[in-house]
């Protein structure tokens, strides 16, 4: 028979109340608190639920990272020659192009020869803008580049097409945060799925840029939706002793996604083709409609007493733990035990602002929303510019991408042995550090210009999985979603500037991004030793519990007993 882990938090928490646990099925009834007490905290229920949505997620990954592809730094233009002008292709390159004291940029503007008098001198104001381009097509046979003329003065649509995907991120995790708390998870998830699916497909047929903008917009709002919901719900069905391995082991689809993009992008040059390519895998996993259910714990605190039955039992089922007619017993046990809490959170939809209405939770939530910020901006300012790494794109890409599975298992490793506040905040301040020691290094120095951005993406991968477990341990029930919600919204911020982050140093200093984000991550790093541990705590379920997360003594062990007896 399979039997769970033996899970610490319901060990400590049945000892204060004079009782034990078996990390299964319990022998006696009044032994039950949680879900998990009687599926069993990871088993094969889970694990299939958890390969399901890991493997989904990979394509809405794909669709974020895209456009560095898509719409690559490396397509050389110059500016088309006019109809009407009767020239050779050598005379028009050697004369249209404007001296190198006038300090333009010579594929955006040309110099008007057939009009000027001989030997007149070329001012700025006899320049003339180019209307029309033409394009290198040997390395990349269509990008949306030349698709939709983005240059010169229209290439800052560029960093525009990566940030409206961040942008729509932002409206997502918080709008489906809040719908995930009121409707439930499953609906949440199957909406967002569905939009995903159908919005990227139809960006492959975008008839102009604005269109193509728009469509990628409601790419993220349903990729947002699918992972955020998706990460809900599989830490929602296991027992604390798994939370930090299902909670960070997600983002492995993530990963697999940023090294397989070069692959596909080197096969698949046209961005018409790349674009499906990106987005017919997921119909491979329209199967979520009809395996993942919805989350116990949801359905239990919502009071949905039928559908919650059937869930706990087909999971008790396939994870093999206990005979049917014990799980039927700790089943209407547990209702019964959580009834009052049900009525407390039925008669009241929790909001944002829940979060700040307790001394102790509001200094948690602006601490983690700072950092959600900082961690955004320097993750996706780091990964969107990965061409500073390499001459060859693909290559850079790959590293990037190849140093966050080190970082997800190391993570998985320490933060389940030492805790989650004292990894998060050091590995902060360690890549605040690699950014401040990146700026001395001259630029012709490649090897070593290339070390201190990798070795700030690894740390800056390990607090961003870390601070997902994180919030959600220290957020409550009754607000979780809606606290990682706008959490990722606050991340979002600082994501939909990140593509601008060259322009930024280009108009101020070339190490201004590095030492903006030493700064930033040091003081968030900082800030993190604030707050309390919550490894092997126990979940949160009120405001008034979430309030009491890391007091001592008499303090803790009252939290404790209140958590107890708000489940019985």
Not at 395 to 417: D, Q
Request: glycine residues 6%; proline residues 5%; hydrophobic residues 45%.
């Amino acid at each position: 028979m399979w039997k769970s882990k033996p899970d610490e938090e319901y060990k400590t928490v049945q000892m204060s109340s004079g009782s034990s646990s078996t990390g299964s099925v319990s022998s006696d009834p009044d032994d039950v608190i949680e879900v998990t007490d009687i599926i069993g905290g990871y088993g094969p229920w889970q694990r299939d639920i958890f390969v399901l949505l890991f493997l989904a997620s990979i394509p809405s990954a794909w669709h974020n990272l895209q456009m560095t592809f898509m719409a690559p730094s490396g397509v050389d233009f110059r500016c088309t020659m006019p109809p009407h002008l009767n020239v050779s292709v050598e005379t028009w390159r050697n004369f249209s192009v404007p001296p190198a004291d006038l300090k333009v940029d010579g594929r955006c503007f040309v110099v008007p020869f057939w009009s000027l008098q001989p030997n007149q001198t070329v001012g700025v104001e006899d320049l003339l803008k180019c209307s029309s381009w033409e394009y290198d097509r040997s390395f990349y046979p269509s990008t949306i580049i030349d698709e939709w003329d983005l240059v010169c003065d229209r290439e800052w649509l560029i960093s525009f097409s990566k940030s409206i995907y961040n942008v729509g991120y932002l409206v997502a995790v918080l709008g489906f945060g809040q719908l995930s708390d009121s409707v439930g998870r499953r609906p949440t998830l199957l909406f967002s799925y569905v939009l995903n699916v159908f919005a990227a497909f139809l960006c492959a047929f975008a008839p102009n840029f604005s269109m193509f903008a728009i469509l990628r917009f409601f790419t993220a709002v349903g990729g947002a939706g699918f992972y955020t919901v998706s990460f809900v719900i599989l830490i929602e069905m296991v027992s604390p002793a798994y939370r930090s391995m299902v909670g960070v082991a997600i983002n492995f689809g993530w990963c697999l996604a940023f090294i397989s993009l070069p692959g596909v992008a080197w096969i698949v040059r046209d961005w018409f083709w790349m674009q499906l390519a990106l987005t017919l895998p997921k119909l491979l996993f329209i199967s979520v409609f009809w395996v993942v259910p919805e989350s116990p714990r949801w359905l239990l605190i919502r009071g949905e007493r039928d559908v919650f039955r059937e869930v706990v039992r087909r999971a008790a089922a396939k994870n093999e733990v206990g005979d049917e007619e014990r799980v039927s017993g700790e089943v209407e046990k547990l209702i019964m035990r959580s009834e009052g809490m049900r009525v407390t959170s039925s008669t009241s939809t929790a909001t944002v602002f829940d979060l700040f209405k307790t001394p102790n939770l509001r200094k948690s939530t602006a601490i983690l929303f700072y950092n959600w910020l900082v961690n955004s901006f320097i993750y996706f300012g780091l990964s969107y510019n990965t061409g500073e790494l390499s001459l060859n794109p693909y290559l850079s890409f790959f590293l990037s991408g190849a140093v966050e599975f080190p970082a997800y298992i190391i993570t998985i490793k320490v933060i389940g042995m030492v805790g989650r506040r004292r990894p998060l905040a050091i590995a902060m301040v360690l890549a605040g550090l690699a950014s401040a020691l990146a700026i001395p290094v001259p630029e012709e120095n490649g090897a070593l210009k290339a070390v201190f951005p990798l070795l700030g993406k690894f740390c800056i991968t390990a607090t961003f999985a870390t601070v997902y477990v994180y919030s959600a341990e220290i957020f409550p029930t009754v607000v979780r979603n809606v606290g990682l919600g706008t959490g990722s919204t606050v991340a979002r911020l600082g994501s939909i500037v990140a593509p601008f982050v060259r322009e930024l140093g280009s108009s101020t200093f070339a190490s201004f991004p590095d030492l903006l984000y030493s700064l930033l991550s040091v003081s968030s790093g900082l800030l993190i030793f604030l707050l309390p541990e919550t490894n092997n705590e126990p979940f949160a379920d009120t405001l008034k519990q979430a309030e009491n997360i890391g007091k001592k003594s008499s303090e803790k062990e009252e939290t404790l007993k209140d958590i107890v007896s708000s489940k019985l």
